[in-house]
């Protein structure tokens, strides 16, 4: 069965402290992997599609990493800003995305 | 600014009712997408169509259906509302099948 994971549930973070959040997938013909910031009460926000194992995308505080398993979200010197739920959604071969529960990210100034 | 368009923003409205949502996707997008999202839960996608034709559907209930316009647009109607069914109601729309998708501010529905 397609499954897609993300932990943990919840981080926080001081200002200034580097971490990652994982995103790991069970899926049969992987089509690609979503990344989305989404504030309390708001539509989620697309950040990064990532295709193929060793691909990478950043911005600005944000890079995303893709193995054959599992993804990254790497914040780099995170800011209170970056305060959000990150969700990871892959593509299968069916058209549905499968969605993670998404990580709470707390930046505490 | 997604550029996905949804209407209302709010909705308030008692048991036993019917309701209409309305999306308008980002232009040049022909994929549209329903979700339902209830208070600090997930995403629950609902139904997804591409240029007018239903493609894929999820855990919709059988009280709710939905239609893309040959203008694009999509429609959401919820009938026989219950307390359950109060959520956030999102609309995304893509290019294609298998692309990303941009998401709509939502509509928020109250079941008093």
């Known amino acids: 069965e397609d499954q897609v994971t993300q932990s943990p549930e919840a981080l926080r973070l001081q200002e200034g402290e580097s971490s990652s959040l994982n995103c790991s997938y069970t899926v049969s013909g992987l089509r690609g992997l979503f990344w989305y910031r989404q504030d309390p009460g708001k539509g989620p926000e697309f950040l990064f599609t990532?295709?193929?194992?060793?691909e990478e995308k950043e911005k600005e505080r944000l890079k995303a990493t893709l193995t054959k398993k599992e993804s990254f979200l790497h914040i780099t010197a995170p800011k209170p800003e970056d305060s959000a739920t990150y969700l990871c959604a892959v593509q299968a071969d069916s058209y549905q995305l499968i969605w993670g529960a998404g990580t709470k990210l707390i930046i505490k100034p | 600014d997604s550029g996905v368009t949804q209407t209302p923003k709010h909705l308030i409205t008692a048991t036993g009712q019917r309701v209409t949502l309305r999306c308008s996707p980002r232009s040049g997008d022909l994929s549209v997408y329903w979700y339902q999202q209830s208070l600090d839960q997930g995403l629950q996608f609902l139904i997804q169509?591409?240029?007018?034709?239903?493609?894929a559907k999820g855990n919709i209930l059988e009280r709710f259906s939905a239609q893309q316009f040959p203008d694009l647009h999509s429609e959401l109607n919820l009938s026989s509302l219950e307390l359950g069914d109060s959520a956030l109601y999102f609309c995304?729309?893509?290019?294609?099948?298998?692309?990303?998708?941009?998401f709509g501010p939502g509509t928020r529905l109250t079941v008093l």
């Open positions: 169509y591409y240029n007018g034709e239903e493609r």
């Open positions: 990532l295709y193929s194992a060793g």
């Open positions: 995304a729309s893509s290019v294609g099948v298998f692309n990303e998708q941009f």
